[in-house]
């Protein structure tokens, strides 16, 4: 959440900023990205685990882990227009 309010601060002040900084910010999205996916990786059996399909708290852990996987998908797309941005910035 802090790197993507970065990211709006620094493309709305595009004056303040640096050729070094806006690279710093792909590689910083690039660190959030596989941070999160290792986190994906050893949580989602937890989240999608068999053992209490009735519970509401299995359905509330289930959307979670859809929607942080619909939210890595998106994120490659995002860390890919950085990264052209920063290229031709």
Do not use: G
Request: cysteine-free; charged content about 20%.
């Amino acid at each position: 959440m802090t790197i993507i309010t970065v990211a709006f601060y620094m493309l709305n002040n595009t004056d303040r900023i640096k050729k070094s900084t806006f690279r710093n910010l792909v590689f910083a999205l690039l660190f959030s990205f596989f941070y999160d996916l290792f986190w994906f990786f050893e949580a989602y059996s937890e989240y999608t685990s068999d053992k209490q399909k009735d519970n509401l708290e299995f359905s509330i852990k289930k959307f979670s882990a859809t929607m942080s996987l619909l939210s890595m998908i998106f994120r490659v797309i995002v860390i890919a227009v950085f990264w052209k941005d920063s290229i031709d910035f």
